[in-house]
Nanobody, 129 residues
Framework: QVQLVESGGGSVQAGGSLRLSCAASGYTYNNYCMGWFRQAPGKEREGVAA???????SYADSVKGRFTISQDNAKNTLYLQMNNLKPEDTAMYYC???????????????????????WGKGTLVTIAS
C-alpha cells in the first residue's frame, strides 16, 4: 500500500523560503491527485495546494503567488516550494494522495476533511516575524 513521508520543514524568518518534499512508496502518482495540507495549533486542517494527473494545479488564496506545487513522477516525489513565508504559514504540513484522481481544485477545497486516501505524518514549519 501507499506510504508517504514528508521532509524539509524547519524554522525560518519571515520572507524566507523552504522546499518541502513528500516521498511516496507502494504506488506511483500517475492518475492520482496529490495535495499539501496544513494545520496550525487550534485551527482546522486546510488545503494548501494540489496537483492532478494532467498537471493542473490549485492553491489556497492565502498562498497564491508564493507557493508552487510540483511532482517528479519518476521519483514518486511531491514538492512544495514556499517563498516569502509569513508568520501565518506556521503549521504542521502534510502531504496526501487521492487515488481516485479528482481535480486539484476539489482537493484544495475539501481534501482536508474528505476524500484523501493516504496521509503522511507531517513536517513542521515555523516562521518567525
Amino acid at each position: 500500500q501507499v506510504q508517504l513521508v514528508e521532509s524539509g520543514g524547519g524554522s525560518v524568518q519571515a520572507g524566507g523560503s523552504l522546499r518541502l518534499s513528500c516521498a511516496a512508496s507502494g504506488y506511483t502518482y500517475n492518475n492520482y491527485c496529490m495535495g499539501w495540507f496544513r494545520q496550525a495549533p487550534g485551527k482546522e486542517r486546510e488545503g494548501v495546494a494540489a496537483i492532478d494527473s494532467d498537471g493542473s494545479t490549485s492553491y489556497a488564496d492565502s498562498v497564491k503567488g508564493r507557493f508552487t506545487i510540483s511532482q517528479d513522477n519518476a521519483k514518486n516525489t511531491l514538492y512544495l516550494q514556499m517563498n516569502n513565508l509569513k508568520p501565518e504559514d506556521t503549521a504542521m504540513y502534510y502531504c496526501a494522495a487521492d487515488i481516485v484522481g479528482r481535480t486539484s481544485d476539489l482537493v484544495v477545497a475539501e481534501g482536508a476533511y474528505y476524500g484523501m486516501d493516504y496521509w503522511g505524518k507531517g513536517t513542521l514549519v515555523t516562521i518567525a516575524s
